[in-house]
Every structure is written in C-alpha cells, then in structure tokens.
C-alpha cells in the first residue's frame, strides 16, 4: 500500500513538472512573440504579420529584422547567464553565487572601455576585447585560487574588486567616450546584430550542453567534496570544467550585451523554488525561465522611456530586492 501510493505520488510529480515546462516553454514562445511585435516605431503584431506574408513596404522588414536578432540575442544571453548562475550556486554551495563571481564582468569592462578609448570602437573589436579580457580575468582567478572553493571565491571578489578600480579609473579618463563607455557597461540589447547573435548562439550551445552533462556531477558536489570524491567525481577536474564553461558562457554574454546583473540570480531560485535542488531538472527549467524574462525585461527596457533604459538597470532593480530577501531567508535557515 505504502509503495503504491509512493508511486501514485511520483507519477503526480512527473506530471506537475512536465504541466510546468509545458508552462515555461508556452511562455517563451509568447514572450518571443511580443518582443518582436513591440517596439517604439509603433508597429505591432499586424505589421509584422503583414510582412510575412510579402508586405515588405514601410521598411517593415528591416524593423522585423532588427528586433529578431534582438530577441534571439536576449534569449541566448539570458539562457547563458541563467545555467551559469545554477552551475556556480551549485559548485560553491552557496544560494548568493552568480555567473560574474569570478570576474568575468569587470575583465570584460576593462576590455571594452580599452578599445573604446583607444579608438578602436566597432562592433567586432568591442565584442573580441571583452572577451578576450574577460576569459584572462577568469584564468588569474583560477590561478590564484585553484586550491579549493573557497580560495577561489576570495580571489574573484578581490580580482573583481581591482579591476572595477581600473574600470572606474578608464571611465574617469575617458572624456568624450564617457557615454558609449557607461551605455556599455550598463547592458543593453540596442546595438543587436547578427554577428553578436552568431557570437552567443555558439558560446550558449557549447555552454549548456556541457552544464547538463555534467548535472549529476553537480548534484554529487552538493551535499559536499567528499560525497561527491565516494561516488567517482573527480572533484579538481568538475572544478576546472565548470569553471571553464561559465567562463566561457558569461564571457560570451557579456561581450555582446554589457553587463547585466542579477540574471544569474533571480533566474535559478525561481526555477528552484518550483522543480527543487536537483540539477537534472533546474538547469533545463532556468534556460526555459530565462527564454521567457528576458525578452520580456527587453520589451520593458524599449517602451519604458522615450528613449530607452538599459536592460542592466531594470534587472538591477528587480535583482536586488530578491538578493535581499535570500539574504534573509539564508539567515532565518542559519537561525533555524
């Protein structure tokens, strides 16, 4: 009797997950919908419908194609900040870990604001510094912190700390290049193209095929190094590909959009709140969430302002009211 209804009571659990990534993925496919029918030219769902079917007048075509690859832009980072942040709260064993805790966002600031002060501006030479930077930040990290995680996390919030330092001094010295310096570092989609697009889809798809392969693994290091050690993971080597990985994604993201706090957060608790700890089932629903939110916040960012605000300030505002209250909730757990 017991057996039974313990597997009447999985099979109800199998379908309210399955009931809700039926859920998540509905949303996505709306929010994609709506963030490429919204804008502030004013044209709607009906002007694009009419495109599609061989209107092509009023430039209605370069406005579909333009907040397209804007979309598809946002989906991919969002997806990429999202598994990210769930591999790190997972590898450090922390609730408050995000993708940008080692660095990855300052390194990437510093080799923006580089080459834009140094007049190397476009598009493709702003996308390959930030990068590039980025990915050093993460290896000096790792470098001085490889001994465990905790060493690491010391390192990256001093190596984040430096070089917020140098950010702040490039923007102090940038004189007629402060605006496109800030506009970068506050996070945006409004320069969208499609090699950025091209950038992130091969980063993201790379990224999160690793995350889920290595999901169990994951859950093994969880309930701590030496369980993880008795159940054949190779603790040293997860550490060195999960770090290597989230690099990889978050570099990724952030050189083709700026930095855009909080994702990485607000994205795995949601997630976790509704499908529980185990990575299995969290990193597909945290790429399934983020498909939806961030073309969403993007759509806010556009019809907000007569101008436009940057995504990193509305994820910022809706970011860290959640940082407060898992801040809280960890203590009364600590209490507890």
Not at 216 to 225: C, K, S
């Amino acid at each position: 009797m017991v057996f039974i209804l313990c597997k009447d009571c999985l099979i109800e659990s199998m379908l309210s997950r399955k009931l809700m990534f039926l859920i998540l993925g509905m949303g996505g496919v709306i929010s994609f919908i709506l963030s490429v029918s919204v804008g502030s030219s004013g044209m709607g769902l009906h002007e694009m419908l009419r495109m599609l079917s061989g209107d092509y007048s009023n430039n209605i075509g370069d406005i579909l194609d333009y907040r397209l690859r804007r979309t598809i832009l946002a989906t991919l980072v969002g997806i990429s900040l999202s598994s990210s942040g769930c591999a790190m709260q997972s590898l450090f064993r922390n609730p408050l870990a995000d993708p940008y805790i080692l660095g990855v966002s300052s390194g990437a600031s510093v080799g923006a604001a580089l080459a834009i002060l140094s007049g190397h501006g476009t598009s493709h030479e702003i996308i390959t510094a930030a990068f590039i930077s980025a990915l050093m930040a993460v290896y000096a990290v790792y470098a001085l912190g490889k001994k465990s995680t905790y060493f690491l996390l010391l390192a990256g919030i001093a190596m984040a700390t430096f070089l917020s330092g140098v950010t702040s001094f490039l923007i102090y010295i940038s004189g007629e290049s402060l605006r496109q310096v800030l506009f970068w570092i506050m996070g945006g989609f409004w320069t969208a193209n499609w090699t950025k697009v091209k950038v992130v889809f091969m980063t993201a798809i790379i990224g999160t095929a690793v995350m889920l392969y290595n999901s169990w693994r994951l859950n093994a290091i969880l309930l701590g190094e030496e369980h993880a050690m008795s159940v054949g993971v190779d603790v040293e080597k997860l550490r060195r590909v999960i770090i290597s990985t989230t690099a990889l994604l978050t570099a990724g993201a952030v050189s083709v959009s700026g930095v855009i706090g909080f994702v990485g957060i607000i994205i795995p608790h949601t997630a976790r709140l509704v499908f529980g700890e185990d990575n299995r089932i969290l990193i597909p629903a945290s790429i399934l969430l983020s498909a939806a939110f961030m073309p969403a916040v993007d759509v806010v960012a556009r019809v907000s302002a007569p101008g436009e605000i940057p995504v990193g300030i509305i994820t910022s505002l809706l970011g860290a009211p959640f940082f407060i209250y898992l801040l809280r909730r960890k203590r009364y757990e600590v209490q507890g």
